[in-house]
């Protein structure tokens, strides 16, 4: 049976009020508190959970105030204002929700999925006149950019962004490029290949993608980095990979791709903090990028899970360290996971290693299964938490009485190259 029928929210406040009879423990005792109150902190921060010590870009989008009947509502008068909201627009909107979002949140949602199936989602609706995700800011400006001319996205906190996605920034990315242009050249091979292709995954900005459509490169998500490596390698010499090193080493490494040709580019540094012979030498260049929820699963954890279940299953996300994913069973997307539960036979015990709040619902959703997270400490993804029932309730409130609040808007400079970009990746279906 499931190891935990509760939310991560109703753990969260069972654990924070020393509740008799609950055990665990959360990252900080912060993430009891509506998310509202780390909106006009002095310093953007991306709030309590994961990334909490993450350093935060100082031009990071800013959430101004909920309105204080958001966020004194019970969460049954959130229920059936948002519901009523809902009705009331019926086609005209449709709620995105990512597999992280708190189940308080993405049982509202129309579609529940990973960033690639909730960016081909956003083209589903094209009689919507507005796409409200329930995600981080990066996928709001992919929902932006591939949604139609007049529909209108939004996100209902805009302080929801992405520490891994911060990590590369368009200014970092193109001095890199510089580098490696003046080292490498711009000519192709023998064979047509050209000296290095851009690749980005999901998790970075409008820019970044909007960079790779311009560089004859392409964007990637956990479910079909293989595919789009394959796609990239047919077309250069070498690939850039961004923001996220570990996606990008383990994919390459089960790709056959020797570790000895993956420098790490650290933009901080000259040429990365490389030498010119491993730069010539590289398959992959990978950034120094990472998702701080992935970084918290350990081979201890994994040795501690095994000897209390001798026969579990650990399955991770690719995102996690490379020592973690090779001590693992398995490892894949979030789309993975769900399908390798849903397929199991009845009995099966599972350890996790991906955000709680996916890992809680799997949980919920197959209590036939022994189901729980490799990391026993509740510390969800900071910038998902910031989506909140009172901000979906203001957003499609708003809405109702005809104004578009949170708007994402990708300029037009951007979004063309993104595109690009955006539609290759859809295109190298895994």
Request: with cysteine; net charge negative.
């Amino acid at each position: 049976m499931s190891t935990s029928t509760l939310s991560v929210d109703a753990e969260i406040t069972l654990i924070t009020a020393g509740s008799p009879g609950v055990t665990g423990s959360t990252c900080t005792p912060e993430l009891a508190e509506g998310p509202w109150v780390f909106d006009l902190q002095p310093a953007p921060s991306y709030g309590p959970g994961a990334s909490m010590a993450d350093p935060i870009p100082s031009d990071t989008p800013r959430q101004g105030q909920l309105p204080d009947d958001y966020k004194t509502a019970s969460k049954l008068e959130l229920d059936v204002r948002i519901r009523a909201a809902k009705k009331t627009l019926g086609d005209r909107v449709v709620v995105l929700g990512h597999f992280y979002q708190r189940d308080e949140v993405v049982q509202y949602a129309d579609f529940v999925g990973d960033s690639f199936q909730l960016a081909n989602a956003a083209k589903a609706k094209p009689e919507a006149e507005a796409i409200v995700f329930c995600g981080v800011h990066f996928m709001a400006e992919t929902a932006d950019i591939l949604a139609g001319p007049a529909q209108a996205v939004i996100l209902p906190n805009l302080a929801a962004g992405c520490s891994m996605a911060d990590m590369a920034d368009i200014d970092s990315v193109e001095e890199a490029w510089a580098q490696l242009a003046e080292l490498y050249g711009t000519e192709p091979d023998a064979s047509g290949r050209v000296p290095v292709i851009p690749v980005t995954y999901m998790n970075s900005s409008a820019a970044l993608k909007g960079f790779c459509g311009e560089h004859g490169g392409i964007v990637c998500t956990s479910s079909n980095a293989a595919t789009v490596l394959e796609w990239a390698f047919a077309r250069g010499q070498r690939v850039l990979f961004f923001p996220d090193q570990h996606l990008g080493r383990n994919t390459a490494k089960a790709m056959g791709v020797p570790l000895e040709r993956m420098p790490m580019w650290n933009p901080r540094k000259a040429l990365g903090g490389n030498d010119e012979q491993g730069l010539l030498d590289a398959q992959v260049i990978l950034w120094h990028g990472f998702c701080s929820v992935h970084k918290r699963f350990t081979v201890a954890q994994i040795e501690k899970a095994r000897a209390e279940h001798p026969d579990v299953r650990v399955i991770v996300h690719p995102e996690c360290p490379m020592p973690v994913v090779d001590a693992a069973d398995e490892y894949g997307s979030t789309d993975y996971i769900t399908k390798a539960i849903a397929a199991a036979p009845a009995g099966s015990t599972f350890a996790i290693g991906t955000e709680i709040n996916l890992v809680q619902r799997l949980a919920n959703d197959y209590p036939q299964h022994t189901i729980f997270c490799l990391d026993d400490v509740i510390c969800p993804c900071s910038t998902m938490y910031r989506i909140h029932p009172g901000y979906l309730a203001w957003v499609l409130e708003e809405l109702v009485a005809g104004r578009v609040v949170n708007q994402i808007t990708v300029a037009d400079d951007v979004a063309v190259p993104a595109r690009v970009a955006l539609e290759r990746m859809l295109a190298a279906r895994p």
